[in-house]
């Protein structure tokens, strides 16, 4: 059982930056694949990055590649979500999640079990 607090969103100017953090408490950290999802009023939860339990391993989706990169530090228990020239496409809230079967490294919803609770990310002109 693993559980997932994120934080870090907030309000933010059109191509600004602003970065998430999502701690891990219960479970063991390390052996987790660790992803990044948003939610937007009206849509489906989407993936936005995933990166692998060893650390170095990475995925993205389209919409977020060369301006987004996701990172874990294993002493902190932490993945976080760097977030650069954000767009007004970006507001989401944006949810943090942990898989725990280290197979494929997952882009799917369905590919996880743990899930945050979700933060807020608001970009505005």
């Known amino acids: 059982q693993a559980r997932l607090v994120e934080s870090g969103g907030r309000l933010v100017q059109t191509g600004g930056s602003l970065r998430l953090s999502c701690e891990v408490s219960e479970g063991d950290f390390s052996s987790l694949h660790l992803g990044w999802f948003r939610r937007t009023p009206g849509k489906e939860r989407e993936f936005v990055a995933a990166?692998?339990?060893?650390?170095?391993?990475?995925r993205y989706s389209d919409s977020v590649k060369g301006r987004f990169t996701i990172s874990r530090d294993n002493a902190k228990k932490t993945v976080y979500l760097q977030m650069n020239s954000l767009q007004s496409e970006d507001t989401a809230v944006y949810y943090c999640?942990?898989?725990?079967?280290?197979?494929?490294?997952?882009?799917?919803?369905?590919?996880?079990?743990?899930w945050g609770q979700g933060t807020q990310v608001t970009v505005s002109s």
């Open positions: 990166i692998f339990y060893r650390g170095g391993g990475t």
């Open positions: 999640a942990a898989d725990q079967r280290r197979g494929h490294l997952g882009v799917t919803v369905s590919a996880y079990q743990f």
